[in-house]
């Protein structure tokens, strides 16, 4: 590798660790000419599949169009970042793990969906209203409907309606 400092052909390895959990190789370098010390960093290079819109358009994969759209289901949500950014991490690896070349938009809605079910169930809901995902309120029903079903149970769902009082 060439030495940034003074371009010098020669550099040696000093240490190598994994950072960012075994994502990455942190490796600090010393140029043998110049002695200058300098970090960088190797990662694999993975090939993301192309997606295959509605319309049959074919485009590169945009890990920061993914971000930004489940960033902005849950921007009123208690959901962070880090959530957001792992959530992102997982569809990624599932689109790298089927082996395909190119996947359809679909697909990658439904894996959306899913996690967006595993981070925030309100966001789950609320994401295709603002959508032109869901048309009919019977597919708003059914949503609901599967929703609860898979929902845990909480101390509201099991109030009994006889000991509501209203003023």
Known sequence: MHCPFCGAVDTKVIDSRLASEGNLVRRRRECITCEERFTTYESAELVMPRIIKQDG??????????????????????????KVEEAVN????????????EIHSRNVGEQVMKELRDLD?????????????LKTSMSLEKRLTDSQKTAPVSPLN?????????P
């Open 90 to 101: 997982r569809i990624k690896a599932n689109l790298r793990s089927t082996g395909e070349r």
């Open 121 to 133: 169930e309100v966001a789950f809901v609320a994401l295709p209203l603002s959508t032109a995902a």
């Open 158 to 166: 099991t109030l009994n309606s006889d000991r509501i009082v209203s």
């Open 57 to 82: 358009i074919r485009e590169p994969f945009n890990e920061d169009k993914l971000f930004a759209g489940l960033s902005k289901a849950l921007e009123k949500r208690p959901v962070s970042i880090e």
